[in-house]
């Protein structure tokens, strides 16, 4: 795999997010004074309608990043929040992304940022390894949060995070951008509404050119799999939750998680390091629904099937596929077409009813439109008080999935879950 190649994948694979300096934590149990709850009662307050949400952004640098290239142009085209704080690793970047943006106020110290009044909800875009420690500083503010998939490095941590937001009582969602596309929640529709009648089985296949046998030293950590940014955390829990979501949760299953490529070279240097982190993943398994489910990741692969979510029912089947086949794609940015095929016809292209964008037009296609697909969700929890998905509760019940998974392929055995 050559140089580009493997630097644009890890780009997006990895969430594009941008490398924080692991900075002493220093969790704060002061609690922010956000106004969009009610404390003494104990219960959640709605926000105007013609109020808008502050964020702060960890991990927005005009150089590079997730939230560079997704977050701030969601929010900037959604009425309902207004980007008040954005922090880096240096004051230098962080000044400079305020200017681009015109946002007011820029940090150097993401736990300054965390303390600020103006701001009401945090969005975490940074490396796996720093989201533990910058989330839980910032559900101690009583930040309403937003922190991007994977929620934390491991399942304990991510269980921290979401007792305490709920000890908080603030709104929490995690980045599961998939849920946001208009391709998932219309195949999830049409299935609830027996499109292929009884779903007997599926197929996904997700192949990605990361996790190979080169990484630049910018993304060397995620061939350790003890920073939890691996193949089956990232891709992979992005798509299983992407197929969990159209048919439900699994029952049982069996998996092989493998790393076929033990040392990988550092792209600028030529020195090799050991890979602990997968590079293919073969899940096997039996949906609650009693649906028959066949998931395989593949790393380090740049040819072949890119990505494929079939469907067969009783009645007919359904298939996700890409918009652009010719292009890289990931489940969680990239555009998908629907594809539907009953009483034995072949397999067409369906409408995508415009019910399913949930976002005005001024989002832009390509990586905001699912971020913004999700701060709707968010927008519409914080001001009607209600809860809001995907949230850490559905985080923690996917690193659990992902835990098992592990587990099917270290014992051999089984898992009833």
Same mark, same amino acid.
């Given at each position: ?177 998939? @849920?946001? #596309? ?8 049409? !299935?609830?509404?027996?499109?292929? &009648? %009884?779903? +007997? ?124 086949? @010719?292009? #890289? ?8 077409? !629907?594809?539907?095929?009953?009483? &034995? %016809?072949? +397999? ?70």
């Amino acid at each position: 795999m050559t140089r580009r190649v493997e630097q644009a994948a890890n780009v997006v694979v990895a969430g594009r997010q941008e490398a924080e300096g692991a900075e002493s934590v220093r969790l704060v149990e002061k609690t922010g004074g956000n106004g969009l709850f009610n404390k003494a009662k104990g219960v959640k307050k709605n926000v105007m309608a013609t109020e808008k949400i502050r964020v702060g952004i960890i991990g927005a640098s005009m150089r590079n990043g997730w939230g560079r290239d997704a977050h701030i142009p969601a929010l900037s085209a959604l009425r309902e929040f207004e980007i008040t704080a954005v922090s880096t690793s240096r004051q230098e970047t962080a000044d400079e992304t305020a200017k681009q943006f015109g946002i007011p106020h820029a940090f150097a110290d993401p736990y300054k940022m965390l303390q600020h009044p103006d701001v009401d909800l945090v969005s975490i875009c940074v490396r796996v390894p720093f989201h533990h420690q910058l989330g839980m500083a910032a559900l101690n503010a009583g930040k309403h949060l937003y922190c991007e998939w994977p929620l934390a490095a491991t399942t304990e941590q991510a269980q921290q995070m979401r007792d305490l937001a709920v000890r908080k009582e603030v709104h929490h969602m995690v980045g599961l951008q998939a @849920r946001g #596309a208009p391709a998932f929640n219309r195949v999830r529709d049409l !299935v609830a509404e027996g499109y292929v &009648g %009884k779903v +007997l089985s599926c197929t996904m296949i997700i192949t990605t050119p990361a996790w190979g046998t080169e990484f630049t030293l910018d993304w060397a950590y995620m061939a350790d799999r003890s920073n939890g940014n691996t193949l089956m955390t990232s891709p992979g829990g992005h798509s299983i939750d992407a197929l969990c979501y159209c048919l439900g949760e699994f029952k049982e299953l069996s998996s092989v998680v493998a790393n076929q490529r033990q040392r990988v070279k550092i792209v600028e240097t030529g020195e090799t390091i050991q890979m602990t982190a997968p590079d293919q993943v073969l899940i096997s398994g039996v949906l609650q629904s009693g649906a028959v489910a066949s998931v395989h990741l593949k790393g380090g692969t740049a040819n072949g099937t890119g990505f494929l979510f079939e469907i067969h029912g009783t009645e007919g089947a359904l298939a996700i596929v890409p918009a652009d086949p @010719r292009q #890289a794609t990931y489940i969680q940015v990239s555009e998908f077409t !629907v594809r539907g095929a009953q009483a &034995g %016809k072949p +397999l067409a292209d369906l409408s995508m009813p415009e019910s399913y964008r949930w976002v005005p037009p001024a989002v832009p296609a390509g990586l905001p439109f699912n971020v913004a697909q999700l701060y709707m969700r968010m927008a519409e929890g914080i001001r009607e008080g209600k809860s809001v998905s995907p949230d850490f509760d559905l985080a923690v019940k996917r690193h659990q999935l992902l835990d098992a998974i592990q587990k099917a392929s270290d014992t051999g055995i089984r898992q009833i879950l």
